[in-house]
């Protein structure tokens, strides 16, 4: 079967401006945009994902690509793209923060790994609590949510001229305090515990003076954080979801405002 060159260069634009959207949001996504998913699987991901959600989508403006209105419309796509990866990067920096508050607290900030989802060091409990929210994230259906959100950003917002409005800009950066009470929410109950238990060392300390603090209690925080870590893990799953929530809602509401 041939095309003539219209209708080809029709497909590849109606192919083209979502799979730049697309790319943009496995691009900055968590579990998506890790440095362990190789690039070339992300691209062939998008390329898929794109290809399925295609007949869902409206049609798609003709534009010659190496013109001003063809790069104002990408750089249009990979803006939205990555503001909806960002806003769902958000609740897993907020793990990593409440992490690193836990172990300086109980004395584990000398012990610290790569994180994938950055490429930064982070303290080992950190990096658990984002292996633990990423085993959830699939558990939920998060992938599939994500989805779900892609195709309707293109009903919201589908592929034209209009951009982010400002109060979606604004929307996105003051859901960073959302990120900041979700972290101490998290951190709260093992660092205050941590704290009382500083407080009883420091008076055991200046009543027996010949006790060493340092030889005493550095084990003594650091199995107790354990076991408070035992006891709030339960605590964690409604955590996240409601951190998760918040997350698809904020999308939600950026096209909605922009709309």
Do not use: C
């Not at 790069?71 to 990555?82: E, R, T, W």
């Not at 790994?113 to 990423?134: E, K, R, W, Y």
């Amino acid at each position: 079967m041939i095309l003539p060159a219209a209708e080809l260069l029709k497909v590849m634009h109606e192919f083209l401006w979502p799979f730049v959207r697309v790319s943009a949001l496995l691009l900055s996504a968590p579990v998506f945009g890790t440095r362990l998913v190789p690039v070339r699987i992300r691209i062939v991901i998008a390329m898929v994902l794109t290809w399925v959600i295609l007949p869902l989508l409206p049609a798609a403006p003709v534009l010659d690509v190496l013109s001003v209105p063809a790069l104002l419309l990408l750089a249009q796509q990979v803006l939205i793209g990555v503001a909806m990866g960002f806003a769902l990067q958000l609740i897993f920096n907020a793990l990593i923060v409440a992490g690193e508050n836990m172990a300086m607290s109980m004395g584990l900030g000398f012990a610290s790994m790569i994180d994938p989802q950055n490429g930064v060091n982070v303290p080992v409990l950190s990096q658990f609590f984002v292996i633990i929210a990423t085993l959830i994230f699939l558990t939920l259906d998060g992938h599939l949510a994500v989805i779900t959100l892609l195709v309707r950003s293109f009903e919201l917002m589908p592929v034209q001229d209009a951009w982010l409005s400002r109060e979606a800009y604004w929307s996105v950066a003051s859901w960073a305090s959302v990120m900041l009470v979700g972290a101490v929410r998290i951190a709260l109950p093992v660092v205050v515990s941590i704290l009382i238990a500083y407080l009883a060392l420091g008076v055991m300390t200046r009543a027996a003076p010949q006790l060493n603090v340092f030889s005493v209690g550095f084990p003594v925080i650091l199995l107790f954080g354990f076991a408070l870590l035992t006891l709030t893990m339960p605590s964690f799953l409604p955590a996240f979801t409601e951190l998760f929530e918040s997350g698809i809602e904020l999308i939600d509401t950026l096209f909605f405002v922009s709309s």
